[in-house]
């Protein structure tokens, strides 16, 4: 039932920024926790940054103090990414853990592309 909409992927430059959204609709209660994953070619898809129902924030020690998760409402999440570097290249993932099930609910993708 629950649908990710992501966008705001694309091409930037080493040093630049993006703002990737994902809006979620479809479920029937605020949901546990939202973030943002990332998979590059030939690696395992790893953490980004989470965000809780109370606005906890969970990030990779890689993005620490370069990336910004933050919610406009209960079910649109935003990553803030300043700094970029080439190794941020890849697929990055919108997911939505339901509050109550605990279901988990994959957006399909938008790449990032940090490149001269």
């Known amino acids: 039932q629950v649908q990710l909409v992501e966008s705001g992927g694309g091409l930037v430059q080493p040093g630049g920024s993006l703002r990737l959204s994902c809006a979620a609709s479809?479920?029937?209660?605020?949901?546990?926790?939202m973030g943002w994953y990332r998979q590059a070619p030939g690696k395992q898809r790893e953490l980004v940054a989470t965000?809780?129902?109370?606005?906890?924030t969970n990030y990779a020690s890689s993005v620490k103090g370069r990336f910004t998760i933050s919610r406009d409402n209960a079910n649109t999440v935003n990553l803030q990414m300043n700094s970029l570097k080439p190794e941020d290249t890849a697929v990055y993932y919108c997911?939505?853990?339901?509050?109550?099930?605990?279901?988990?609910?994959w957006g399909h993708g938008t790449q990032v592309t940090v490149s001269s």
């Open positions: 479809g479920s029937l209660f605020s949901p546990h926790s």
């Open positions: 965000i809780d129902s109370g606005d906890t």
């Open positions: 997911k939505l853990v339901a509050r109550v099930s605990y279901q988990i609910y």
